[in-house]
């Protein structure tokens, strides 16, 4: 019997779990930076983008597999299978002329490590990786230190020693 009742009180709770859990993401006390208040299942309208940043100064990487940030406009460039306008200037022959960064050696890979004579097919649709940027404020708060920031802030604060 004391079992029994046992049971009914979990079985209860986890009513209770799944009931809350469905609960929160429908209502609309429920606010998210990117969206507003809109639920989770609800469509919001994207806003509207801005200019982006073309001032063509390169940017720190962050870390030392960070695909660096693209510092000019990429509107209206062609990428697909007949063209690719980013390799137009990008690829390792034009460069001299267009006076772009050559892409690396790693987007000439296969994943099996083998270097072919054109972009590999994993590297060729740019923007996956490569983003050009926004002057908008970030709507998530982001701490990131690169290491060559914590190494300062380590010895700056005398904590080098230490940890
Ligand atoms: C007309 C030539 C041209 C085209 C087309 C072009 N770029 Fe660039 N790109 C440059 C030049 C020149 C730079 C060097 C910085 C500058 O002058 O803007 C550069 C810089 C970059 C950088 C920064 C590299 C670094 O080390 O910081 C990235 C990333 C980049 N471009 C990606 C792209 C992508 C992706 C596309 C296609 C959507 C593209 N570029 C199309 C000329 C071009
Ligand atoms: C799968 C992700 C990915 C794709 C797709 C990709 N890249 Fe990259 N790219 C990176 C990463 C990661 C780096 C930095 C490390 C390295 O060189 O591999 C980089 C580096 C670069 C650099 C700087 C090279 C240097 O020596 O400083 C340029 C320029 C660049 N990419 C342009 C391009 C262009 C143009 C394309 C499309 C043809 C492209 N990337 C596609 C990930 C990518």
């Given at each position: 019997?004391?079992?029994?009742?046992?049971?009914?009180?979990?079985?209860a709770?986890?009513?209770?779990?799944?009931?809350?859990?469905?609960?929160?993401?429908?209502?609309?006390?429920?606010?998210?930076?990117?969206?507003?208040?809109?639920?989770?299942?609800?469509?919001?309208?994207?806003?509207?983008?801005?200019?982006?940043?073309?001032?063509?100064?390169?940017?720190?990487?962050?870390?030392?597999?960070?695909?660096?940030?693209?510092?000019?406009?990429?509107?209206?460039?062609?990428?697909?299978?007949?063209?690719?306008?980013?390799?137009?200037?990008?690829?390792?022959?034009?460069?001299?002329?267009s006076?772009?960064?050559?892409?690396?050696?790693?987007?000439?890979?296969?994943?099996?490590?083998?270097?072919?004579?054109?972009?590999?097919?994993?590297?060729?649709?740019?923007?996956q990786?490569?983003?050009?940027?926004?002057?908008?404020?970030?709507?998530?708060?982001?701490k990131?230190?690169?290491?060559?920031?914590?190494i300062?802030?380590?010895?700056?604060?005398?904590?080098?020693?230490?940890?």
């Amino acid at each position: 019997m004391k079992f029994i009742r046992l049971l009914s009180v979990v079985w209860a709770l986890m009513i209770g779990a799944a009931w809350a859990a469905d609960s929160v993401p429908t209502g609309h006390s429920f606010h998210d930076n990117a969206r507003g208040p809109a639920g989770i299942m609800e469509m919001t309208k994207p806003p509207v983008l801005g200019n982006a940043i073309n001032d063509d100064v390169r940017r720190t990487r962050n870390y030392t597999w960070q695909p660096p940030t693209i510092p000019h406009r990429v509107d209206g460039y062609q990428v697909d299978k007949n063209f690719n306008k980013c390799m137009d200037c990008h690829s390792r022959a034009k460069a001299e002329v267009s006076q772009a960064v050559p892409v690396s050696i790693t987007h000439y890979m296969t994943r099996e490590g083998q270097t072919l004579g054109q972009v590999s097919t994993r590297r060729y649709f740019c923007m996956q990786c490569h983003v050009s940027q926004e002057n908008a404020r970030p709507i998530v708060e982001n701490k990131f230190m690169d290491v060559d920031s914590l190494i300062l802030k380590r010895a700056s604060t005398g904590n080098a020693a230490k940890r």
